[in-house]
């Protein structure tokens, strides 16, 4: 069964410095998104992505955000400058269709920031 | 955030039960209602989606819908310990991609 998959597992960072977290998401899906959940509180949407651009991104992705698809498969989120609150999962999920009520979560990255 | 709010538990109950969760939301432009399951420290696994109002049944899974309470439900029937994980309720608008979560309920299925 396909699924989405995310590298690394586990990111520790020290706050100021930038990391990249990636994903491949199943193969024939089109639609990308992000979201975090912080230890004890809901999951929480990022960004969504379609064709190149971000679609749709919430309050938290602000400017030290920012996503990209470099490749056919691969999906990226970059924190440029991390905070001790960017501490959390970050969980990748692909659709196939626009809209995406059927979202396909990844395992996550647990990112963190020291 | 308030917008959707979901008792976190926990719940326990036997194997063999039948459980019951429930997710209630504020906003009324919420027209697809999600059900995802979460593992401890795995990703939220899709079980089932319904669009506005009404009933869902998959194996021992229901979901139910009702927009005049603003009220959904998941229902799982013969409970197992296999089910022993955090139930997501997820919801989002017509247009958009944007999903809103609950909290999750944490369950654990007694042998």
């Known amino acids: 069964e396909p699924e989405v998959t995310q590298t690394p597992s586990h990111q520790v960072t020290q706050m100021g410095q930038e990391v990249i977290l990636r994903c491949v998401p199943i193969?024939?899906?089109?639609?990308f998104y992000w979201y975090r959940q912080i230890l004890g509180q809901k999951v929480e949407f990022l960004v969504s992505f379609y064709n190149n651009e971000i679609s749709e991104k919430s309050e938290i992705f602000d400017d030290q955000f920012s996503v990209e698809r470099p490749d056919g498969s691969n999906f990226t989120l970059k924190i440029r400058s991390t905070k001790l609150e960017d501490s959390a999962m970050y969980f990748c999920?692909?659709?196939?269709?626009?809209?995406?009520?059927?979202?396909?979560f990844g395992p996550g990255t647990r990112l963190t920031v020291t | 955030q308030k917008e959707v709010e979901q008792d976190p538990g926990p719940l326990s109950v036997p194997e063999g039960a039948i459980v019951s969760l429930n997710c209630t939301y504020s906003n009324s432009a919420f027209q697809y209602f999600m059900w995802y399951r979460q593992y401890s420290r795995k990703g939220p696994e899709l079980l089932m989606y319904t669009y506005s109002s009404g009933n869902k049944e998959d194996g021992r899974f229901t979901a139910q819908v009702d927009k005049s309470s603003k009220y959904i439900s998941l229902f799982i029937r013969d409970s197992q310990p296999s089910d022993s994980a955090t139930y997501l309720c997820?919801?989002?608008?017509?247009?958009?991609?944007?999903?809103?979560f609950g909290t999750g309920t944490s369950l654990t299925v007694i042998p």
């Open positions: 997820a919801m989002r608008p017509n247009t958009g991609n944007q999903f809103y």
């Open positions: 193969s024939n899906h089109l639609y």
């Open positions: 999920a692909s659709s196939e269709l626009a809209g995406g009520s059927e979202q396909y």
